[in-house]
Structure formats: C-alpha cells, structure tokens
C-alpha cells in the first residue's frame, strides 16, 4: 500500500517530491494509446498543419479534442506541436487551429517562431508556451530572455552536456525538456538549410529530405560523416534527473506505434525504480526491447557526455536494423494499409430548368487553405412522372470507389418536381474529380507560369520609386584578414564593414585600424555561444566597450540576449537564423533589433508579401551573396575522419555523391563545424526586383574568397547598385559573379 501510495503521490520518506516528467511522441491515434497505456506522463503531438513533422500521419481538429479529453481523463498531459515557420500568407489560420483546442484545456504549445509565440500569447494568454530545441538555446542568456518572454519551459540545443544543463537550471528558474531517446540530426537543433537549398524540402517546415544520411568523402576516406547514432539514454536516467531535468522527450512522431509502446514501457520502468528505492540497475531484457525498436545498429547518449567524434557517427550504416521477422509480420498485417483517402465535400443543388450545380471542397496540401470549386452539369426538367430525390442524387455523388478521393461530407438541395437521369448526375461527379486532378495541375503550372512572369514583369519596369538610393546601406561581412586588408581601405561611406568575432580577437592590429579610421564597422557574434565561451564574452566585452562598432550581428537567440545583457548601446543586428518568415515575427523583432535578415528559404512572391505587411520602420536586410551554411554541427569533420589539427587547416572539404564540394569551416575556438554550399548564392540579377519590394539594405557574406575574390565581388555589386540607384538595369549574366557560377537558392522557387 505504502508502495502505491507512493507511486501515486510522488511522497517519498514523508515529502513531497516532484518527479521527471516522461514525455511521449505520437504521430498518430494508435500511437497516442499506446503511449498512454505504457505509462507516458504526457503526449507531444502535431496537427495537420504547423508542425516540424508534415509526414507523419498527424491529428484533425476532431481528434485532437478526442485526444486531450481522454488523455485528461488519465492524467495525461498534451502539447501541441506549433514548431515549424509559418509564412505570411499562412499566419491567418493559426488562431482558427488552435482555438478550440485552447476551449478544450490544451496543455501547451511548442513553439519556434518568434512571430507564432507572439500571435499566440496576444491570443491565448493562459497557455503555456515551450520554446522548441530548433530555437538552439545554448546556455543561460537566451533561456533567461524566453522566460522573459513568457515562455514556461525550453527544450535546449541536444548538444548540451549535463553540466551545461545544470548551470541553466541554476541560473534561471525555467522549466526543461531535453531528449533522451531516438534519432539526432547532425546540425544544431535540426536548424539545416541542407534539405531545402538543395531539394525544396525544408527541415524548418517538417519535411527533411535526410541529406545528412548520405555518404560522404572526406580526407581520402568516404563513409557516413553526417550520420549520427540514435540516442540511448537508459543508463544514465540517474544523472538526467540529477542535472535538474523536468521532462524526459522521447523522439518519433514519424514511428510506429509498437516503438512508441516499447520505449515508453522501458523507460517508465526505471524512472519508477529510480524514484522507489534509489537504486538502479537494468536488465538485458530491457536493453534488447530498446536496440531493436526502430534503432540504429548502434547507439549513444548524445552529447551529454561527450563532445564530438567519430565514435558518435554510423559511419558504415546509417540506416536502421531490421526488426525480428515476427514483429514486422504484425506491423505488416497491422498497419501496412493502402494511402488513406483525400477527404472531400461535395455539394449540389438541383432547380427546375437550371443546369445541376455542384461545388467541391479539399484543403490544399501545401497551404491547407480551403478549396472549393464549381462545376455546371446537364440542365434538368420538370418531372412529368416521378421527380428525383435528394437522397439518390446524394447516393451518386458519395460513390468514388477506385479513386483516391473519400466524399466526407455530401449536401443536395433539391427543388419540387425536379427531374435529372442519375448518368447526369455520374458526369458531375466525374467532373468534380476531374476539376480536382486539373486544379494540381493548373497550380503546377501556375507556379511556373507565376516565375515567368515576374521575369517578364522584372524586364517591363522601367522606372524606379523616387527615394531609391536614398538611406540604402550595404553590409560586407568578412571572416579573414585577407579579405579585410582588400576591402578596408577603399570602404565608401554608405558601407558597413562586420568582421567575424574571432577574427578582430586573433588579429588585434585590426582594432587598432578601425579606431579612428571614419568606416562604419560592426562585429559579428559567434554563430554559437556555450557555457566554455564566457572568457571569449569577457574579451568581446572589452573590445566593444573600448572600440564602439556601430552594429553588431547575431546568429541565436543566446547571442542576441548576450548582446543585450552587457548594455550595448548601438545597433543590434539579426541574422537570417533567427526566422523573420512572417509580419508577426517582424513585428516582434523590431522592438529589439535595428535590422533582421530576410530568411534564405523565402521566394521573391513570399519576400514581397513579407515586405507589404511591414512597415519598414524596421529594416529589412536582404543577403545578396554568399556561401549558404548548410549546417552548423558540434560535430567535427577532421576529428570524424582522423585527428583534430587545431586550426592549422582552417577549411575541410566534404564531397558528395555528385562530386559536389562542400567546404567545411572548422571553428576550433568555438568547436564547431559549418558545411557551405558548394556554390555561393547570388541574386545579383534580381536586385531590382528586391528594390522594388522596398528593401534597402543589402549584406555580402564572404567566406572561402581570398582578398581578390573579395574585391571583385564588392565591386561588382557596387556597379549593379549604382546602376540601379540610375534606373537602369544589370547587364550581369545570369548564374555568375565575378566570374564564379553561382545559385539563387530558393529565391525562384521557394520551399515546401
């Protein structure tokens, strides 16, 4: 009794004890049983929209009310997943989503937009809101300022050891979820550009095309160098609940529901062990249930004890192993079905000597914005014997076996005395599939058709607003000395110089030239920020307070609230990674940021909704050339392939199946790797199309180039500006500068 008692209370030796929350994914129903009926304390889950797993099977508005009310009944907790990027044109249906949820006592939401955290608070206040793990929170300063924001708990960067954990939650009295089972991306906090810059399918919007699982060539040796083994965390459960974790996430929403029961069951078992007598130990058993679930052929415990190295790489196998031949018979006779049907509603209405009208109505998979469509049938008549019935014009229209499309919901208004042959009312149901198939369709060629009108509406313009010119800056961004000492000198006064924070500490003479000189200059913060950088800060500190740069630049979150926490009193400047995708997270930022980067994965139509729905009283800043960072990984290239050299090489390279080579930047001060674009991104032929949408600053991110390169590329923009600022257009070729090829990114084409 004492023993149950206690199971439920959480009263151990006569107090009151709070216990690690264990968190369960589910991708869909059957998933979220099963992780009730194993012991999970509360569920993460996503709806058909807005979530960072847009492939799992995911949950309609009616079943998530199902799911909340009877996971309340149990005691069990539900958050909603709201962690993807929503663009402009999708924010209007965010609040619609989430209110009845909120109505039914939705337990929290995790969220990584800016702008969604904002829409959502202003709308819902009494929810709780966690700030997900692809907000990259690295240390105190930035989950100090989401506590600030109101934000109840953060799920930080997985790259965190346990000490770096225990020193947020000793400095900042916020709640933390940390993942301790399940797959792990290669870059920090799964923020990659790889999958969308390459193929279209943005990890940020929950479709991963998985390009880290691919081989690789790096150092004479090809293997598996961005694959890293799952995350196993059984063993260390003691010290997880030790470092002051709040919540236990277990990852897979895109798994099946046996992976779902068997982790949960397992891990439930030793939290209660731990709790009960204090003691730990775990079976064989146990173990074996979690190798074979959907894992890897190895596994690990993440970074939470170590660093970085080859030891934590699949670097031969990255795919999983398979399952005993008995249970993939049951997930075969189980839940290897055909594709669920397209639900659609179909309406008619049927008047005398009119022709039938019909609508058909479908969510559009990429918006999930309503459709509806109007189809005109054969007229009908006046009934000389016997008039037509709702209910058979009804029975007609839900018969749609052999196609891929369910009618969910049928309506028929028909008139008295209304006569109509059911082979006419067969030939609108065709017709309305068929409207459905030419709608794909049409869109497909309306997106292309939409690409090459704004090149033939780009070639038509011919004059430019009258400020154009005015109170325009470009930014050149510099990582070395050489590209420095190229571009120093001759910097024109409507031009800021940013270099790279390592830079200006391992080159003090460059301190010494800046002072004095009339450039405008800016510093960049290190891309990432951990708790072994505060000596780093100190003399970052030091070289902002004695040489004033005008604007300073941040990549995270942590760096931004670092900037701020030392009283800084110029302009603070965000780089592209901290997401402006929508007006609401604009909005949010201009509070605090003098300027924010437009978001790489954006096309020209979504940058030019973005910049109609601001005002610019913030200023919009477009990148314009670059190498696009892929990934940042506190992995390490070299270390996975041999031996670290301590920056004696700064640049790797990692080749791919296509020949591609990306170069590898390997930051030793910070310990971590950036994977390039093998081609630098430029829109130098589409500048006049961002002019036009209002932008007037511009940065160049220079990277790879040596102090020529560097030269040649600010010069040639610097003509294409002057050109522009006249009214005329570029005469550059397309796909180079500076005689280099290039890309557009995903400036054409955008990204699911």
Known sequence: MRQLFYLITGERNGTMEKRVELLAPCGGYESFLAAVNAGADAVYLGGKAFGARAYAENFSEEELITVIRQAHLFGVKVYLTVNTQLKQRELCDLCACLSPLYGEGLDGVIVQDMGVLACLKRNFPDLKFHASTQMTITGAYGAAFLRELGCARIVPARELSLSEIREI??????????????????????????????GGRSGNRGRCAGPCRLPYRTAGREGYFLSLKDMNTLEHIPELIEAGIDSFKIEGRMKKPEYVAGVVSVYRKYIDRYYEDGGFRTEQRDRDILSGLYLRSETGNGYYTKSRGKDMLTLQKPGYDE?????????????????????????VECRENEPLCGK??????????????????????????????????????????????????????????????????????REMLQKIYAYHGARNAGEQERETGEEKQEAERQTLPEDVGKNVSLTILVQTKEQFEALFPAMEKDEYLILD??????????????????????????????ESDEGFLRDLQSIVEKGNPEIIYCATVDAFAWVRSISYRGQIAGESSLYAWNSEAVCFWEAELSRISIPLELDSREIRELCGAVDHAVCLEAPVYGRT??????NCIKLSAGACDRDRKRYAELTDRMGNVFPVYTNCSHCYNIIYNYLPYSCHDSLWMLFQDGIRAYRIELTTEGGAEAKEVVQTFRKLFASIWKGKKSGQEKGKIAGMETTQGRFRRGVE
């Open 169 to 198: 939650k000793k400095e900042v009295p916020i709640e933390i979820e940390a993942f301790i089972h399940g797959a792990m991306c290669y870059c920090y906090s799964g923020q990659c550009l790889m999958s969308s810059m390459i």
């Open 360 to 429: 058909v109505c479908f969510a559009d998979r990429k918006s999930g914005e309503e459709v509806c469509l109007s189809v005109r049938g054969a007229m009908t008549e006046r009934a000389d014997r016997r008039a037509v019935s709702g209910e058979e014009i009804e029975r007609q229209l839900v018969k749609t076996g052999g196609t891929p499309f369910e009618v969910e919901k049928c309506s028929v208004d028909v008139s008295e005395n209304v006569f109509v042959p059911m082979s006419r009312v067969k030939e609108l149901r």
């Open 501 to 530: 924070a390592d830079l200006l500490l391992e080159e003090k003479e460059i301190q010494g030239k800046l002072r004095d000189s009339g450039v405008h200059w800016g510093i960049r913060c290190p891309v990432i920020l951990r």
């Open 323 to 347: 399952a005993d031949p008995e249970l993939l018979r049951e997930l075969r006779e189980r839940y290897v079905r055909e594709l669920p049907k397209r639900k659609i509603r179909v309406s």
């Open 629 to 634: 960072a892929f990934m940042v990984s506190a």
